[in-house]
């Protein structure tokens, strides 16, 4: 099976780290990728604004050495949204792995006036009703950074997950102050899961970097199976 690059979550509002700083700014991150506790290859994710008001957040990921037999040498995604009282809409989704044929590309469109979405996930037929707060598997990274930021903390969300909508939970699993290669920083914990899963994805977000996962883990159980570490960031 192919490891899953997106990161699926981020988490709750921190007092006065970040009185006052109640909107998303922009950013570019880059993380390195470890496989099993070896070096995998490298991501980065761009938060940017547009012209016309609406939101990309973007995430290119690419194998190094070896792993480039075993999963996609590049894998591209983007997210388009907007933001309606508060809330994240996503309007459109797509993903690339950058191979020849197209059995590993989405397209997928979020029609709100008609209540469906609709498009291809690797090569079946997406077509499914809306639900109130459905996302992408990107852009629930950002709501869940806009929700911290506003001084809500998230239980759930739903999102479309290729051709299904699956529902995850998140909870608290302490803080930890974490060294990275651009400093140190305070972190809240948090684990997104799919309801009564052993298994999760594990984020230590900087409340001083607006919530930025600064390190994030998937776990089986106890096995890390791939983890990501920060390695710069512009804002």
């Not at 880059?30 to 995430?59: C, F, M, V």
Request: hydrophobic residues 40%.
């Amino acid at each position: 099976m192919r490891p899953r690059w997106s990161l699926a979550a981020l988490v709750l509002a921190c007092g006065s780290a970040l009185a006052g700083a109640m909107e998303l700014k922009p950013f570019t991150a880059s993380y390195s990728i470890n496989w099993h506790g070896l070096a995998a290859g490298s991501t980065e994710l761009k938060l940017e604004q547009l012209p016309d008001g609406r939101w990309s957040y973007s995430s290119h990921s690419s194998a190094h050495g070896l792993f480039r037999l075993a999963m996609p040498a590049e894998l591209a995604s983007r997210s388009l949204f907007r933001i309606e009282e508060g809330q994240l809409v996503p309007e459109r989704f797509t993903a690339d792995d950058g191979a020849t044929s197209d059995a590993k590309d989405q397209d997928i469109t979020f029609d709100w006036a008609a209540a469906r979405v609709r498009g291809v996930a690797e090569r079946h037929k997406v077509d499914l009703p809306t639900q109130p707060g459905l996302l992408d598997t990107l852009s629930v990274q950002v709501a869940l950074m806009n929700e911290l930021l506003r001084g809500r903390t998230p239980a759930r969300f739903v999102l479309l997950d290729k051709d299904r909508i699956k529902d995850y939970v998140y909870s608290a699993e302490g803080h930890e102050r974490l060294k990275t290669d651009i400093g140190e920083y305070d972190t809240m914990i948090y684990r997104s899961a799919r309801p009564g899963s052993d298994n999760g994805t594990w984020f230590w977000c900087a409340p001083e970097l607006g919530y930025l996962p600064l390190k994030v883990e998937r776990r089986d159980g106890d096995d890390v199976q791939w983890s990501m570490r920060l390695r710069s960031v512009q804002r």
